[in-house]
């Protein structure tokens, strides 16, 4: 199957899932637990969601592995094969609090490269998808190479634990820029970059079903997404990450480098 079927069908999947995430928007008895704090939330849609893409992976790629954020481990201990990536909900306090700014993300990876990823932006409807070779699309519409500039000429989005825990880097990047925007959905921020309204995305450590999907897409756009120390993402652990068009990129790497 070539990387444009697997996404065409793939697709029908993340919008079911839309839809799906929708509704579940008015059910006032939604089950929500804590998973290591209070800021950090599961509910019953995170595990519902998850099981509906695992349920139409096996169906249609039985020897495809899967690491999911819900609990799906297969035995994966290298890149190598197929693996997918899920997120069912990414910004599921955003989901609880806001009923908004949460997305779903998906990620087809063969040997350690991104060929296949979705991020859907629900509430607005936008589906984003990254197909190897073909480029990144929104919806219909392609999206557009995004022109090298540096920092101090757009905005910077930081995940929220760089406010919290990593003050002084935070503020000397903030300053070098026009200012900082937080959305709280690390596939969302991912997108903010994609789509050229922040020039650059700065996180603390996040794990693989954070980060995959806006890789593959980055990556198939010509951006520059590497770890803190300007190093290749390793998707079997939590990465440190920085995404931006290379010369932006190249600036915040070297604070880092610095600090
Ligand atoms: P999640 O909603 O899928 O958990 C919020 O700043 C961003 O960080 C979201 O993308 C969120 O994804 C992620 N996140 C939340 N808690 C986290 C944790 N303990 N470790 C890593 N990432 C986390
Ligand atoms: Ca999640």
């Given at each position: 199957?070539?990387?444009?079927?697997?996404?065409?069908?793939?697709?029908?999947?993340?919008?079911?899932?839309?839809?799906?995430?929708?509704?579940?928007?008015?059910?006032?008895?939604?089950?929500?637990?804590?998973?290591?704090?209070?800021?950090?939330?599961?509910?019953?849609?995170d595990?519902?969601i998850e099981?509906?893409?695992?349920?139409?992976?096996?169906?249609?790629?039985?020897?495809?592995?899967?690491?999911?954020?819900e609990?799906?481990?297969?035995?994966?201990?290298?890149?190598?094969?197929?693996?997918?990536?899920i997120d069912p909900i990414?910004?599921?306090?955003?989901?609880?609090?806001?009923?908004?700014?949460?997305?779903s993300?998906?990620?087809?990876?063969?040997?350690?490269?991104?060929?296949?990823?979705?991020?859907?932006?629900?509430?607005?409807?936008?589906?984003?998808?990254?197909?190897?070779?073909?480029?990144?699309?929104?919806?219909?519409?392609?999206?557009?190479?995004?022109?090298?500039?540096?920092?101090?000429?757009?905005?910077?989005?930081?995940?929220?634990?760089?406010?919290?825990?990593?003050?002084?880097?935070?503020?000397?990047?903030?300053?070098?820029?026009?200012?900082?925007?937080?959305?709280?959905?690390?596939?969302?921020?991912?997108?903010?970059?994609?789509?050229?309204?922040?020039?650059?995305?700065?996180?603390?450590?996040?794990?693989?079903?954070?980060?995959?999907?806006?890789?593959?897409?980055?990556?198939?756009?010509?951006?520059?997404?590497?770890?803190?120390?300007?190093?290749?993402?390793?998707?079997?652990?939590?990465?440190?990450?920085?995404?931006?068009?290379?010369?932006?990129?190249?600036?915040?790497?070297?604070?880092?480098?610095?600090?």
């Open positions: 199957m070539t990387y444009g079927a697997i996404a065409e069908l793939a697709k029908q999947w993340v919008e079911e899932a839309g839809d799906l995430l929708r509704e579940s928007l008015s059910n006032q008895s939604l089950k929500i637990e804590e998973k290591t704090n209070a800021s950090d939330l599961v509910t019953e849609m595990r519902s099981a509906f893409f695992v349920e139409k992976i096996r169906e249609h790629f039985p020897h495809h592995k899967i690491f999911g954020e609990g799906t481990y297969d035995d994966i201990t290298d890149m190598s094969g197929f693996i997918w990536i990414d910004g599921t306090l955003n989901y609880v609090k806001q009923k908004s700014n949460f997305c993300m998906i990620a087809l990876f063969e040997d350690g490269e991104g060929v296949v990823s979705f991020i859907n932006d629900v509430i607005n409807n936008d589906i984003y998808m990254g197909v190897k070779g073909h480029g990144v699309f929104r919806n219909d519409d392609q999206l557009k190479p995004i022109p090298d500039h540096s920092i101090n000429e757009g905005l910077i989005a930081i995940s929220t634990k760089m406010v919290t825990k990593e003050t002084a880097i935070t503020q000397e990047l903030v300053n070098d820029t026009l200012g900082v925007r937080l959305i709280g959905s690390a596939g969302l921020e991912m997108i903010q970059v994609l789509t050229n309204r922040v020039s650059a995305y700065v996180t603390n450590e996040l794990n693989a079903w954070d980060i995959a999907q806006g890789y593959m897409m980055a990556t198939e756009l010509g951006l520059s997404f590497t770890t803190r120390e300007g190093k290749a993402v390793n998707l079997l652990t939590k990465n440190p990450i920085v995404v931006a068009n290379p010369k932006a990129h190249q600036e915040i790497i070297s604070k880092f480098m610095k600090e």
